[in-house]
Each structure stands twice: as C-alpha cells, then as structure tokens.
C-alpha cells in the first residue's frame, strides 16, 4: 500500500495518534475515541483521506482494526496524488486495489481507446512509487457501469482470484433503474447467453445455445415509469444483467443497445453496488459498498 506524506506531522495540534486495545471497526473506534465530534465530522475525516492505520491512508468505515495498530487522525487536509479524473480508490494494501469507477470509463483498452481506461490510470498511479510496479484486471465492467471494481497488484493475486472466483466472492450486487413497472417484487431469471459477430450477446433457452447465466432481482422501488432493482448474479457472464432484463421487457434506461426507449438521465442506469470477497492472502473476509448514484434515486421523487 502506498504511504502518503503529509504535512503537519510534528505539530502537536495536527495529529491525534490512537492505539488499538481490541477488535473492532474503524468507524466504531473513531466515534468511541472522539467524542466531541459527530458522526458525519468522522464521515468526513475519512472520505477526505485524513485517518491513517499503521501510517496508511484508509477511507472504508468498516475497516477492521486489529490489536496493536495505531491510528492516526491528521486534521491538516492536503490532496494527495491520485489516479485519473472521476477514479476514485476506496481501498488499497501491497496485494489488491478496490476502485469505485465512473461511467464512461473503459475497464481496460479497446480498439478504440488505449488509453482513457481505469487499468491505465491505475497503473500510472502505482509507478508513482516504483516504475516497475504493474495492475491486472480482475473482472471487468461495462463502460456504461459505474461501481465497485477490483485489480490485483501481481500476476498470481489475479490468478488466485480468478480462478476460484464463485469461492472467494460472497456477495456481489448491482444497483439497476429498468424502464416500467415491474409488479412481481422479486425473481430469477435464467438462460445461455452467447455473442453475435457484432458484439450483441442474446439469451438461448438451452445448455446449447450458450453459457449458463442465472440473475436474482428484488424491486427497491416502482413507479409508473421506472422501477429501481437491486440485482445480484449468480453468475458473471459478460452483458448479463443488460440482457436479462431486456429478455423481461424491462431494459435497463440508457441501454440502446438492448432496447431501451428511454435515456433521462444521460447514462446507463447501472450500478456496481456491492462487492464482499474474501481476500486472496489473509483470508479476511472484505466488504466494500459504494453510494449508488443520486440521479437513480431522483427519478423517484
């Protein structure tokens, strides 16, 4: 993990140093050792990057401390180095990095574009430190999809968590705004996807027609236009979640290209929201959970 240089170190009002007597979240810990301050003031000194475990920067409220670790609040904000425009890291240690991507930005390079691509702007960021230092790609997701993403920092990190991939991940949800009104509050959907030359992947009703892909959906909220989902995959097939709701009449907003009429607010209504895994060296179970955008949920107001 990298370890950020801050000012104000020697100045006995800049730093509050906290030590770890027991087990227990981050967020527990800080309101239980700063009570002057409030919820959201503690909120805060994390999203701007101001709380240090053992002199590493971390933002994850549930972060797990451990017994012995130092914590370190540094009340002097200063902007650190980061990746590319709208990128934003959420979590990151000497083995993995948890991203919290935009829309519109490519998982990795295309035909297209090269360069513009969260891969990239990752790996700029990890040569700050050492020109030799590289990121691989995980999984991947649509350009159009934003959310929680994950990249390994070497080759047999990326192996590990791929290859036992339904083992390491527990749980991982999609956040999803579909055009109607969906009336049953809850579903499966299964079928075998495949890939036309062109790129177009398309449901086949047997195990010959394609891949096996199974989604669950659960309706947040329904209005006579939209209907908000949270969705999650019992498999990871490229396209998945597009597909299958377009196969229930629902496509999801801004997804042309599998049928969507409608485009209200200006990308596609898809949203990694959850992503729990447990990680490839210590085993500790992880979970990461990134706001779902507030253009979805102003559709319902």
Do not use: C
């Not at 475990?53 to 904000?77: A, C, R, S």
């Not at 083995?95 to 700029?124: F, H, V």
């Not at 990680?279 to 253009?295: A, C, D, I, N, Q």
């Amino acid at each position: 993990m990298k370890k950020y240089q801050r000012q104000g170190h020697k100045g006995p009002n800049r730093q509050t140093h906290l030590d770890v007597a027991e087990p227990e979240e981050l967020m527990k810990f800080l309101i239980d050792k700063l009570p002057n301050k409030s919820r959201n003031n503690i909120k805060s000194l994390l999203t701007h990057r101001q709380v240090l475990v053992d002199e590493q920067v971390v933002t994850q409220y549930n972060y797990p401390l451990q017994v012995g670790q130092k914590v370190i609040i540094d009340w002097v904000l200063v902007r650190d180095e980061k990746p590319g425009r709208g990128l934003r890291i959420i979590y990151e240690d000497k083995d993995i990095i948890i991203i919290d991507k935009p829309s519109g930005l490519l998982s990795i390079a295309s035909d297209k574009e090269k360069q513009r691509t969260a891969y990239r702007q990752l790996t700029d960021y990890v040569r700050l430190n050492d020109v030799e230092n590289r990121i691989f790609i995980v999984h991947r997701l649509d350009r159009e999809t934003s959310g929680v993403m994950l990249f390994a920092k070497n080759e047999d990190i990326k192996r590990s968590l791929q290859d036992n991939w339904k083992e390491t991940v527990v749980d991982r949800a999609y956040i999803a705004v579909v055009e109607g009104k969906i009336e049953k509050k809850e579903g499966k959907i299964k079928s075998w996807l495949q890939e036309t030359k062109t790129r177009l992947v398309y449901s086949g009703s047997s195990p010959e027609d394609g891949q096996e892909a199974v989604t669950h959906y659960m309706v947040l909220e329904a209005g006579t236009r939209y209907s908000l989902l949270e969705i999650r995959l019992e498999t990871g097939r490229k396209n998945q979640i597009r597909v299958h709701m377009k196969d229930i009449g629902h496509s999801i907003i801004g997804d042309k290209k599998y049928g969507a009429m409608t485009n209200p607010i200006g990308r596609l209504g898809l949203h990694a929201h959850i992503l729990s895994f447990y990680h490839p060296v210590s085993g500790e179970l992880m979970r990461f959970e990134t706001e779902v955008p507030k253009k979805f949920s102003q559709l319902f107001k």
